[in-house]
Structure formats: structure tokens, C-alpha cells
């Protein structure tokens, strides 16, 4: 007997992350790559956080940064969120927020706190992967979401009884999404709202994209849009996660919850179980940052990223055979390739490595149904406009040969 015999039954729906096991590749010599979907390292305010690590290192502050510290968060951190969330119209107070390790510790935490075995999750068909591993090992059903759809709440809810549970939440990252590069416009969002509430479920915002916006209109947040409705976040079923990871730094390991009271409260006892709470040093280092460069890095992130959003959209232009189509995103840091119907993306990508050395994300990774085998997804956020134009008239021309 081996130990893999007596493992748990959720332990069948863990499977390893594609972008994982590609990241792997990223060290390969002459590898073009579209892969990853990372913040460009060169970008990282990496003088400001060696001042910030050595300032909470310092004798003042020293036996606070390397002590157990409070569940919910360091403090003035999550005093800093609330100035950042009322900037995009959701009023809080430091007790609606919980500091996570990443947001993707977040989407671990709800999937634990929210999902029976056989309750229905909602998400969109494709959405993020790092989402659906959070959510399989509590062992849910899934349902394809479509915001701007006809479909009713009641056949939501009929075919989640039928299935043996309940409809507990709908998942989705509103403004450039991970990996369609979408934002669901306004009409959407509300309609959303509509559905949840008639579904007496949460709704999940994942908000990991929302600042790198290079054009179009702001549009207000879930959660904004809630509390607009119903004037009080306590009264609001959706919850808010947002990241440092994008922005300042994924390395850190920073992220936030922003929700009522009462999901608050519970996260933290998930949090107290699971890892006590996040490394203090680093709450502290990202505050400091976060309060002294926040906007103006941003802008700089803006700057750099819409410069190769454009010259990625412009070598698709050129080189893309006329059978290929794609989105053109806003902001964030992705383009939904789809190709001809009878193509496969993993096998584009195993050909892609072996004859042009271009890395990209086959598509079906992101379907919770495995569907989607004619879709990849693109990055343009580690890539020069140089590598861009080459790798993607490479691809244009693999893509013709096939």
C-alpha cells in the first residue's frame, strides 16, 4: 500500500497549474516567451522596497516585523486599502478588510467557506485557472456564467438541486479578465448583481487587473455598484479581492479581502487555522511603498504595458492568418487568441517550443468543462516590442504551415 491510496477524495481534482509547469521554461536560451502573465521584474520598485525592508528592520520596528502579529492584517495597511477602496467608490472600515496571502489565498479561503461537495460554483467559460484549482479540491459543481445572457436565476438554481446542492457563488474578473483580457460593461455588472441576488449567492470579484487600465472608460466595481444599491457594504453579498501582486510585487505575497463583517470574520478563523497571518515584514515593506509610490508607479506600469499591448495588436494585425481572430483588451496584461475550429492549442504549443521557440498558454486549461482545445492565450507584459514582433510573426507563420 501507498500513501496515495488512503488520499483524500478531493486530492483527485488537484492537478498541477499549466502556467506552473510553463514558467519552468522561461530560462530556456532564445525562448520567446507569451506565456507566464507576470509583472515585468524590471519594472519592480526594487530600491523603494530594499529602503522599506531595512526601515522595518530597524530597531524601532524590528520586534514588531519579526513577531506573530494579528490575523486580520498589519494595520495601517489595511487603513491605507480603505483610502484606495473609497477612491473607487466602496466606503469601508479596516474591520471589512483581511490581508491574504496573495488573492489567490483569498480564492482558496471562499471556495473552503462557501462550497459542500455537489454545490455549484458559477464562472465563466473560459476564466482563470488559478481560480478553478482553488475552488476543486471542495469538490464543486460547475456552471457556465454569462453575465450579459438570458439565462434565468431559476435555471440556476434547478439544475444545482438536481445536482445535489446549491448555487453558492458566481466567480469573475470583471475588468480585464485572466485570460480574455474582457471588462463586462456596466449593464452586465448590474444584471449580475440581479442574478446573485436572486439566487441568494456571493459573488467573488476578482480584481487583480483592475488598476492597469491604458484606455476606455473606468467602469465601477461590483462591489461599488452594490453598495450603491443598497447604501452599506454590511448589506452587500459581493466580495472584493484585490493584490499587490500586479502592481508592486507578486513575490511578497500580498493580497486583500473586502466584504461584510460577518464574511470577514469568518475568513479570519480560515486564516488563524491555516497560516496564523501574513508575514508582517512584508505587510509592513508594502506599505511603506505602497504609500509613498502607489499612483506614480501605477501610471509608469500603464505607460510601459499599453506600449506593448499596442505593438502586440498591431504584429496580430499584420501577421495573424485570416482564420485566427482575438480580443483587444483595455487594459491588463492578456489576448484571447481563437483559432480555427479543428486546431488544437497544446499541440500549436508543442510545435511552437520545438521548431520557433515561442511559448504561449493553450486555452482549454481555463474551461472548467475542458472544453475550448482552439484557444491560447497570449501575454505581452515580460516582452519587448521587438520580441513581440518577431515572436508573433513566427507564430503567424507556424500557424500557416499547420
Known amino acids: 500500500m501507498t500513501l496515495s491510496q488512503i488520499f483524500a477524495s478531493r486530492a483527485s481534482r488537484m492537478q498541477a497549474s499549466e502556467i506552473r509547469e510553463l514558467l519552468k521554461l522561461l530560462d530556456r536560451p532564445g525562448l520567446i516567451s507569451f506565456a507566464g502573465g507576470i509583472p515585468d521584474p524590471a519594472l519592480f520598485p526594487a530600491s523603494e522596497f530594499a529602503s522599506a525592508f531595512a526601515n522595518g528592520l530597524s530597531p524601532d520596528t524590528q520586534a514588531q516585523a519579526l513577531q506573530y502579529s494579528v490575523s486580520e492584517g498589519y494595520l495601517p495597511l ?11 467608490g466602496v466606503p469601508c472600515t479596516a474591520d471589512n478588510i483581511l490581508i491574504t496571502s496573495g488573492s489567490q489565498q483569498a480564492l482558496d479561503y471562499l471556495g473552503k467557506v462557501f462550497l459542500s461537495p455537489g454545490d455549484t460554483a458559477l464562472v465563466g467559460w473560459p476564466t482563470y485557472l488559478g481560480a478553478l484549482a482553488a475552488f476543486n479540491a471542495y469538490e464543486p459543481r460547475y456552471d457556465q456564467l454569462t453575465a450579459n445572457g438570458n439565462r434565468k ?37 448590474e444584471s449580475l448583481l440581479d442574478l446573485t441576488e436572486s439566487l441568494g449567492c456571493a459573488l467573488i470579484e476578482d480584481a487583480a487587473y483592475q488598476s492597469l487600465r ?36 507578486p513575490g511578497l505575497r500580498v493580497g486583500w479581502v473586502v466584504a461584510a463583517k460577518p464574511v470577514i470574520s469568518k475568513l479570519v478563523l480560515l486564516k488563524q487555522a491555516a497560516d496564523l497571518h501574513s508575514p508582517t515584514l512584508n505587510q509592513m515593506a508594502m506599505h511603506e511603498v505602497a504609500e509613498e509610490i502607489f499612483d506614480g508607479h501605477v501610471e509608469t506600469l500603464r505607460n510601459a504595458y499599453r506600449q506593448r499591448r499596442d505593438a502586440m495588436l498591431a504584429a496580430l494585425d499584420q501577421y495573424m492568418p485570416a482564420n485566427v481572430s482575438w480580443t483587444r483588451p483595455e487594459g491588463g496584461m492578456f489576448i484571447w487568441v ?17 521548431s520557433i521557440g515561442v511559448a504561449f498558454v493553450p486555452g482549454r486549461a481555463f474551461f472548467a468543462d475542458g472544453s475550448g482545445g482552439n484557444t491560447i492565450r497570449l501575454s505581452f507584459s515580460c516582452s519587448d516590442e521587438s520580441e513581440i514582433r518577431t515572436g508573433i510573426e513566427k507564430l503567424g507563420v507556424l500557424l500557416r504551415e499547420m
Request: contains cysteine; hydrophobic residues 35%.
Open 78 to 88: 489595511r487603513q491605507w486599502i480603505v483610502g484606495e477602496m473609497a477612491k473607487i
Open 153 to 189: 436565476a431559476e435555471s440556476y438554481a434547478e439544475e444545482a438541486e438536481n445536482a445535489g446542492g446549491q448555487v453558492k457563488f458566481a466567480y469573475l474578473s470583471a475588468d480585464f479578465a485572466n485570460p480574455t483580457g474582457e471588462t463586462l460593461d456596466q449593464r452586465g455588472r
Open 214 to 249: 491604458y484606455d476606455g472608460e473606468q467602469v465601477p466595481p461590483l462591489l461599488s455598484l452594490e453598495i450603491a444599491r443598497k447604501g452599506d457594504i454590511e448589506a452587500c453579498r459581493t466580495i472584493y479581492c484585490g493584490t499587490f501582486s500586479k502592481t508592486l510585487s
Open 338 to 354: 481563437t483559432l480555427p475550429t479543428k486546431m488544437d492549442g497544446a499541440e500549436l504549443l508543442a510545435q511552437s517550443l520545438e
